[in-house]
């Protein structure tokens, strides 16, 4: 059972435009997210995270958008580089109890590509 | 300069055989985790330790096994038992489960088998 899907494998975007990753979640328990960027034969690196008592959360080039009745989140990057290419990871946490307490759920990844 | 080390990079395992995967942390992080992530999908969680002396099984537990003798140290032994161990495992640490504090991550070991 998926708890966290990224729908999008990849997403190609041009340099300079908007980059938009979305991710859906089913566990209503999930109160804190947070977007992970990954480059080949690394380790995931955090980028952006944001708690359920807010709906966004910004950090330079980087907005991340909670919509909790729609159960959805996306990370939103502007402008993109090419730097920027690398797969994308968001990350869902129950932290205040239950038996999700503190262990984070990943989704598959999406792979950005941004184009010169 | 603070981090998470994993070593080594890459690994590879003869059939029937155990291996340990080694994680260190210098920053004084109380919470460890390892997961697991296969092409194409996302990181799946194997062991985390909250404390020293104390480790609890993720998701994906069967065939492997941990140990927390140390704060900085939280080694992930893959056994026998594990029938697809060929992956890129890696190992984060936090503050601590309990706060909204993201969790860092090694640069990972890729495990192929021979």
């Known amino acids: 059972d998926q708890q966290v899907k990224q729908n999008s494998p990849s997403l190609s975007v041009q340099e300079g435009r908007i980059s938009i990753l979305n991710c859906d979640y089913t566990?209503?328990?999930?109160?804190?997210f947070l977007w992970y960027k990954k480059y080949p034969a690394e380790g995931p690196t955090f980028l952006i995270s944001?708690?359920?008592?807010?709906d966004k959360n910004e950090d330079g080039r980087f907005t991340v958008f909670l919509n909790k009745s729609a159960k959805h989140l996306s990370l939103h990057i502007v402008p993109s580089q090419p730097g920027d290419s690398a797969v994308y990871f968001c990350?869902?946490?129950?932290?205040?109890?239950?038996?999700?307490?503190?262990?984070?759920?990943f989704g598959q990844g999406t792979i950005l590509t941004v184009h010169p | 300069d603070g981090g998470i080390t994993q070593s080594p990079k890459y690994l590879f395992r003869k059939e029937g055989q155990n291996v340990t995967l080694s994680c260190e942390q210098n920053?004084?992080?109380?919470?460890m985790y390892w997961y697991r992530q296969d092409p194409g999908q996302g990181l799946r969680l194997i062991y985390y330790?909250?404390?020293?002396?104390?480790?609890q099984k993720g998701d994906i537990a069967e065939g492997y096994s941990v140990s927390r003798e140390k704060k900085e140290s939280f080694p992930l032994t893959v056994t026998s038992a594990q029938k697809n161990p060929t992956a890129f495992y890696l190992c984060?640490?936090?503050?601590?489960?309990?706060?909204?504090?993201?969790?860092?991550f090694g640069d990972g070991t890729r495990l192929s088998i021979l």
């Open positions: 984060a640490s936090s503050i601590d489960e309990a706060s909204n504090q993201p969790q860092h």
């Open positions: 944001i708690s359920s008592i807010k």
């Open positions: 990350a869902a946490m129950d932290s205040a109890g239950g038996t999700s307490y503190g262990k984070l759920t």
């Open positions: 920053l004084n992080h109380d919470a």
């Open positions: 566990n209503s328990m999930f109160d804190y």
């Open positions: 330790s909250q404390i020293v002396n104390d480790f």
